[in-house]
């Protein structure tokens, strides 16, 4: 699947490309999108070089917590909701702990944080994957609830809104927990339904409530705020929660008379190797990206949209938000482009702006995770993963749409 989509990209491009230059009399869109190939092929290198302090940060921090206990410990918590939905998993492998911490790390919003830990993860379920070129079960499903995971603290979207001159930069909050929310279900119940996997269990009912309660509850809080005083929470909650776990960690290692420092290069070193083998599959993914976004063929679809919903009759005020819709699960910082120049071409406070920042907070950069995640481990048959996690981004923008119509209010702003 990954295969001839990667190849349908430079065609699709390609033929784009071609239009433009004879039909439309642009032939400098080929000097336009040469360019842009190799300087993205520069840019997926230097990305994952940048990526390497991070991962060798964290990767080391997660070893203090791995050889300490701590991870046990948090496994413990999710351990049974964990043998239902990823069953071949054994109870004592170490990737239980490190698929906690990813996803507690993705709830959170504390990106710089769950990537190494999700690469950690990966590895692990690897070592324990009997086809060492296809993809685990328990690898898909972990993929695909990482493309689509839920963010409780949407902090960089608030941070840009507000940057913006957004009256509200907080208004977004609530739709975009929801529709990330939306888009995790769906992501799950499409696994779980290619898996055959018996999830109507009093046990994952129990998890399934306890989890909506805890974010209805943070929902609840949040909303109680005023603006001001929401957007400073999320900002600081989140780089207080970053430390709060670096000094657990270390903390808990310590007590427990470990050598912490030892500990953590030998974590860092690891992360050091994971970063070295992704850059092949990044420069690969990313050049593909670059070439689809500036032959035009977005634009096209986008331009397609607009025709089909005014024929049908239906309201068109989201089309200008969809291309940060098209760009999100090919690119995070596309898509952050595009959801800034929305702002700056409609109006922070506009509706466009408004769907655009629910569309960026409700899913993941789909491609891009998976390039990452499964080129860390050299896995070239993703099977249902790519599929799943289109799926769970249709329903994640499609549920930023409506609920934007929902909660859109331009007084309130």
Known sequence: MLNIIWALFFISGFIAALLQSVIFGNPAIWTEIVNQLFSTATSAFQLALNLTGMLCF?????????????????????????????????????????????????????????????LKAMTQLQEINPHKQQASNAQIMFIVINSSAITVLPVSILMYRHLEGATNPAAVFIPILMATTCSTIAGFLAVACTQKIRIFTRVFMAYFVGIIAVIGGICAYFYSLDTATRLDYSEKMGNAL?????????????????????????????????????????????????????????????????????????????????????????????????????MRTYGADSFPAFVSSVIQGSTETTFYVIALYFGAVKISKTRSALPCALFADFIGIVAAIALSYLFYNKEAL
Not at 91 to 99: D, T, Y
Not at 321 to 339: F, I, Q, V, Y
């Open 242 to 342: 970053i430390l709060g776990i670096i000094a657990l960690f270390i903390g808990y290692g310590a007590i427990k008379k470990l050598n912490v420092y030892e500990t953590f290069i030998s974590g860092a070193k690891e992360g050091f190797q994971i970063a070295i083998q992704i850059i092949p599959y990044m420069v690969a993914m990313l050049t593909a990206i670059a070439v689809v976004r500036y032959s035009g063929v977005l634009d096209g679809i986008v331009w397609c949209f607009e025709k089909i919903v005014s024929l049908c009759g239906i309201n068109s005020d989201f089309i200008p938000a969809l291309p940060t819709a098209l760009m999100k699960p090919l690119s995070g910082n596309g898509a952050r482009g595009m959801m800034i120049e929305t």
């Open 58 to 118: 964290w990767l080391g921090i997660l070893k203090i917590a791995e050889q300490s206990g701590m991870t046990n410990i948090l496994a413990k918590a999710l351990r049974p909701l964990i043998k239902i939905i990823m069953p071949e998993i054994p109870a004592n492998s170490p990737a239980l702990g490190s698929i906690v911490m990813n996803m507690a790390a993705n709830i959170l919003g504390l990106d710089n944080a769950a990537t190494p830990m999700g």
